[in-house]
C-alpha cells in the first residue's frame, strides 16, 4: 500500500504533473524546470525529489548537469501505470499545452549560465 499512497500523493499537485508532462517530452535539468514553472529552485528541487521517491523520475548525473527525466515504472507498478495514463491525459488542457509548446526554447545554456 505505501508504493500506491506514493504515487498517489506524488501526482497530487499541479507543479508535479506539469513536471511529469514536460518530461514526458524532452529530459531536464533543475534549472531548465525552474524557468518553465516559473518557481524557486529549491521548490522544484523538493517536487523533483517527491516523483523519484515514487518511483515516478530518474535522475542522472552527465558532467555538470543532473537529468532528470521519465521512469521506466519497473520498481512500482502504480508508477508505471500512472505514467502509462498519463501520456494521454490533460493533452488538450491549455497550461499544459503552452508548456510543452514552449519546451524547444528552453535551453540549460541560456539559463543557468547567465
Given amino acids: 500500500m505505501k508504493d500506491l ?3 498517489a500523493k506524488a501526482i497530487s499537485d499541479q507543479n508535479r504533473v506539469k513536471i511529469l508532462k514536460m518530461l514526458q517530452h ?3 535539468c533543475v534549472c531548465e524546470l525552474k524557468s518553465a514553472l516559473r518557481i524557486a529552485q529549491p521548490t522544484v528541487s523538493k517536487h523533483l ?11 542522472q ?29 490533460l493533452e488538450e488542457d491549455m497550461e499544459i499545452k503552452e ?3 514552449k519546451l524547444p526554447s528552453i535551453k540549460r545554456e541560456d539559463i543557468c549560465c547567465q
Fill in 5 to 7: 499512497i506514493k504515487v
Fill in 26 to 28: 524532452k529530459i531536464m
Fill in 49 to 59: 525529489r517527491i516523483l523519484e521517491e515514487a518511483g515516478l523520475v530518474y535522475s
Fill in 61 to 89: 548525473r552527465d558532467e555538470k548537469w543532473v537529468n532528470y527525466y521519465i521512469a521506466d515504472g519497473n520498481n512500482n507498478p502504480y508508477a508505471a501505470n500512472i505514467l502509462g495514463n498519463l501520456k494521454y491525459w
Fill in 99 to 101: 508548456l510543452i509548446y
